[in-house]
């Protein structure tokens, strides 16, 4: 009771004191490392620590280690002690650190807590059996090991996941994620993304080999495959699996499980990966890849919230397969444009008017299609038309149709935070036909009168913007199938570009577009610049963000 009082009291000084409160926190940044039997130093993430203030006034702050072993916490200037929460077994020993230090007023403090300044630790029996291996005592140390080596597969109509597997540029990879598409790309990092090639696939058992260029996965650890022992890897019911992938919303994904009873033609595990994420390796236990993940396909809803695993050894079979294959041309090593690293400021977003004035002139239409572009305002608006109950259609209406702005079919989930992008939806019409109209004539002459039958044009084939003379690069050429009956779908194009690739600094800004009809005729047309001048005003606020502003959280 005692204590608690005092406790109070010194809160109590602690609010009043001006000269408390004048003072500027300081930054105190923690490192928690340590090394194993090789000599190589490993980060180590998602270790709690306890900060407590000298003498003490309050509970103890917890925090916890992000991927990279680094966590950052803010602190008036005082004198603390930093803890372990719990110990950490590593290598088949157990390790916890007890610290103190003086944070001084606006200074950073530095604090490296590695094996050479931790205390032995006792662990529970169960935890030093883990310890002798790496991931299974804390499987989330594979994430920093092997989180560069990771990236994600873009197509116009998928995600997926993949990882560096040679220093030649292969890369691992799931064939449904690749079947069929004109343009691949692999995105290494934040910002490096460059174009691949389907080198060799397996549709049966869904693993395809792509290459890049080899300088872009130079500095790159490939994941080892050990294919010498790959058929010695057994998948015993309640094995203990890790599962790495790289999802369409946020930081690398890891999620642990274990494998589930089934045939031994069909590897599954109750691992939860996000979407994006599958394609991604799979460890055993012992930190060793045992495959990578795959989609189930069963109708039973709870199943497909699982994950099929490809064994590492049909991956080696068709790596050596594609290791044997002719000499082929690197794609190149050009980076291609990537997503904006600063999101639209939310503030402007909020106070964007609403109303379908604001959205009209963004619109313009060609022989075959209908196009939109969309700016993170318009987004919103056909947002906030949703929310308030009226359908979104009325936000836009076409010159054939309306459209849901708030539609986006599979790519939804990546518009989602409405990222700082221009996206050019191209969307086919919806017209009634020359002939339809003349038997509907016919037959309103005999006194019938027939409703107009209207069909889509045909669908989507490809985009080409240009800013003056120059050809403008998209971050991603997305397309989307759209069913529009039991029997029929229609294909958009969704084009994602800069937030500055049009605007009135283009002297012209020109359209060509190909259908699935004629492939081989483009249809033009010209931006108008009260469009042009519509888009760059909408991406004012983004343009006077600081260069500094927290990066986006995708």
């Not at 040679?166 to 290494?188: C, F, I, P």
Request: aromatic share 6%.
């Amino acid at each position: 009771m005692l204590r608690r009082l005092a406790l109070a009291a010194l809160a109590a000084v602690a609010v009043l004191s001006p000269a408390l409160v004048a003072q500027t926190p300081g930054v105190l940044h923690i490192r928690v490392t340590l090394t194993d039997t090789a000599g190589v130093s490993t980060p180590v993430p998602q270790h709690a620590l306890l900060i407590s203030d000298n003498p003490a006034t309050s509970s103890p702050r917890r925090v916890v280690t992000g991927p990279d072993g680094r966590v950052n916490v803010r602190l008036r200037p005082g004198n603390y002690t930093i803890e372990s929460e719990e110990p950490v077994a590593f290598g088949g020993a157990g390790y916890e650190w007890v610290r103190s230090l003086d944070v001084v007023a606006g200074a950073d403090v530095v604090l490296e807590l590695n094996g050479g300044n931790a205390d032995a630790a006792t662990v529970s029996a169960s935890a030093a059996a883990a310890a002798s291996t790496l991931p299974e005592s804390n499987p989330a140390l594979l994430l920093p090991q092997w989180q560069d080596s990771i990236v994600a597969v873009w197509t116009p109509s998928s995600r997926a996941s993949g990882f560096i597997v040679d220093r030649s540029g292969l890369v691992l990879t799931n064939q449904r994620a690749v079947s069929g598409a004109s343009v691949v790309e692999v995105q290494l990092s934040a910002d490096l993304k460059v174009a691949a090639r389907v080198v060799a696939a397996d549709a049966a058992r869904d693993v395809a080999v792509l290459q890049i260029n080899p300088s872009a996965a130079s500095t790159v650890t490939p994941v080892p495959m050990h294919c010498a022992d790959a058929g010695a890897v057994l998948f015993a019911e309640r094995r203990k699996v890790i599962a790495l992938g790289s999802p369409l919303r946020g930081p690398t994904d890891l999620s642990t499980g274990e494998v589930l009873p089934g045939s031994p033609s069909l590897v599954l595990a109750d691992v939860r990966l996000g979407r994006g994420s599958l394609g991604g390796p799979v460890f055993g236990a012992a930190g060793t890849l045992v495959g990578l993940s795959s989609t189930v396909d069963d109708q039973d809803e709870r199943r497909r919230r699982d994950a099929r695993i490809v064994p590492v050894r049909v991956a080696c079979d068709l790596l050596e397969a594609a290791r044997q294959l002719p000499p082929a041309e690197s794609p190149s090593a050009t980076g291609l444009p990537v997503e904006p690293a600063r999101p639209f400021p939310a503030a402007a977003l909020n106070a964007a008017p609403s109303g379908a004035g604001n959205i009209e002139p963004y619109t313009l239409s060609a022989s075959d299609f209908d196009v939109a572009f969309i700016t993170p305002v318009v987004l919103r608006n056909a947002q906030r038309l949703a929310a308030s109950g009226r359908t979104t259609s009325q936000s836009l209406q076409m010159q054939s149709h309306p459209v849901d702005l708030t539609d986006f079919g599979v790519w939804t989930d990546y518009f989602a935070d409405l990222p700082a992008v221009l996206v050019v939806r191209v969307t086919p019409r919806f017209e009634e036909g020359w002939w339809t109209k003349v038997a509907r004539g016919a037959a309103y002459t005999q006194g019938v009168a027939l409703p107009p039958i209207r069909r889509f044009k045909p669908g989507f084939a490809g985009l080409r913007v240009s800013c003056g003379e120059t050809l403008l690069t998209p971050i991603h050429p997305f397309t989307l199938d759209q069913r529009v009956s039991d029997t029929d779908a229609v294909r958009e194009g969704l084009y994602v570009f800069d937030a500055a690739a049009l605007g009135p600094h283009c002297s012209t800004a020109t359209l060509r577009l190909w259908s699935e009809k004629t492939p081989d005729k483009a249809d033009t047309k010209t931006i108008d610049r009260r469009i042009l001048q519509r888009i760059w005003d909408d991406f004012a606020p983004y343009r006077a963000l600081p260069t500094d502003a927290p990066a986006a959280a995708r």
